[in-house]
């Protein structure tokens, strides 16, 4: 894993991307992208036309004409469960020439399999995730980190100059294997939806005497939420790790709650 030095903004090239998918999480990129100068194109299970005309976006409901559309870059933004239907679906004989396939999903080993399987071999395959969301950005993605792997990359300049969107606003570029990144989301990011969503399942509410610690855990059940439950059931069944994990947890909390009765039966036993 090696964290990059921000490249120059003045190099940065216009590319031509088409997404697939234009959900929330992809019309919240879309934003920054268009704000750089990219040109952009989408296509969707849902009729986004209307939005992507307020945007500024050529809006396709013929895939075939939007993998035609002489794009740059397609940057798959389907939700993880979604992708291989999605994928297998594609007419990818209606490319014009090869583009360089990014993905955004949060789970890496499977999207990488899935995109080398699917996609015909002369296109260039960039797995990416940007560990942050509509929430998290709202102000910006200073700081934020983005993991990548360039999976099969041999147009180098398209590569670089779509990694530059993401350097350009200043995030963390970690370059790291598919593998390396799934065992280190099990362990941070899964574990955060899942206590996020175990917290929406009590349906904690803010009260008038809230901690600080307290007020945290309000919001991560909020910002849970915000995400698709979709999302949150990909990150367990594509992740191998998320599968320990979930166990882990469950094993620490029934090791608490056994510590605690203990200390109460030996507390009770002193008072007696
Ligand atoms: N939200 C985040 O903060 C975040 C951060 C990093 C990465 N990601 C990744 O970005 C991707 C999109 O995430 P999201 O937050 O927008 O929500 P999501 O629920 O994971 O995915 C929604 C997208 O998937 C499409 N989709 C869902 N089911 C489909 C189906 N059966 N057939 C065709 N398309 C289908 C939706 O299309 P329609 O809208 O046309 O229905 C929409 O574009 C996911 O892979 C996620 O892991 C999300």
């Avoid at 939700?79 to 999605?86: E, F, G, K, M, N």
């Avoid at 963390?172 to 065992?183: A, F, K, N, P």
């Avoid at 990909?234 to 994990?245: D, P, S, T, V």
């Avoid at 094993?251 to 203990?262: G, I, N, P, Q, V």
């Amino acid at each position: 894993m090696s964290a990059s030095v921000p490249a120059s903004v003045s190099s940065s090239r216009s590319l031509k991307i088409g997404i697939v998918g234009f959900g929330t999480f992809s019309q919240f990129l879309a934003k920054t992208m268009i704000k750089q100068g990219h040109s952009l194109r989408a296509t969707s299970r849902t009729d986004y036309s209307q939005l992507c005309a307020d945007m500024g976006i050529a809006f396709f409901s013929d895939v075939a004409a939007f993998l035609g559309a002489d794009n740059d870059v397609i940057m798959i933004c389907t939700s993880i469960l979604s992708l291989s239907q999605v994928l297998r679906s594609m007419p990818f004989t209606a490319l014009k020439q090869p583009a360089l396939f990014v993905d955004v999903l949060s789970v890496k080993e499977y999207a990488r399999d899935t995109l080398l399987q699917v996609l015909p071999e002369d296109s260039d395959v960039l797995c990416t995730h940007p560990m942050f969301g509509p929430e998290s950005g709202k102000h910006g993605w200073r700081d934020l980190n983005f993991m990548y792997e360039r999976v099969r990359v041999r147009d180098e300049e398209t590569c670089s100059s779509f990694l530059k969107i993401f350097e350009i606003e200043g995030c963390r570029m970690l370059e790291m294997s598919c593998t390396e990144h799934d065992e280190l989301a099990a362990k941070s990011q899964f574990i955060t939806h899942t206590i996020g969503r175990f917290l929406s399942e009590m349906d904690i509410e803010s009260t008038p005497i809230d901690t600080k610690g307290f007020e945290a855990l309000v919001q991560l059940r909020k910002n849970t939420e915000s995400n698709s439950f979709d999302l949150f059931s990909g990150l367990y069944i594509h992740n191998r790790f998320a599968k320990q994990e979930l166990k882990n947890l469950e094993f620490a909390f029934e090791k608490l709650k056994h510590k605690l009765l203990k200390r109460n039966d030996e507390e009770q036993e002193v008072n007696q």
